[in-house]
């Protein structure tokens, strides 16, 4: 089953996608909508265009694990994404994720332009492929 993964941010969304197996994250694209109705449709588009089994949404809880505005703000979009489809939905802890892709981007050499336009997608992936191994999106 293949899993869709999101890093939801204020002006950009970043989109991961699992192999049909589970088991590998890859960045996929980034999303820029200008509300989560906009956001929502196009996250739909993905679901089906991918045959996503499951949706996981990285949560920005604060560093002290508390629910600061951007995590209520994602909060909200989850409830409205869920209201839209059967495809389950799930919320996972992404503290740190755009610090990780970060890092990783530059340690693989990636060009500062290019890693800034990418960012939100490989977080999302850090986020996906820590899910998936952590035993999420296996049937």
Known sequence: MRVLALDVGDRRTGVALSDAMGMIATPLTTIQAGDEYELATAVMALIEE????????GMPLTLAGEMGSQAKRTGHFVRHLRSQTDVPIKTVDERLST??????????GGRRKRAREGIDAAAAAVVLQAYLDSGGGRD
């Open 99 to 108: 610090v990780e892709a970060t890092r990783r981007m530059r340690e693989a």
């Open 50 to 57: 991918h045959g996503a089994g499951e949706v996981v949404v």
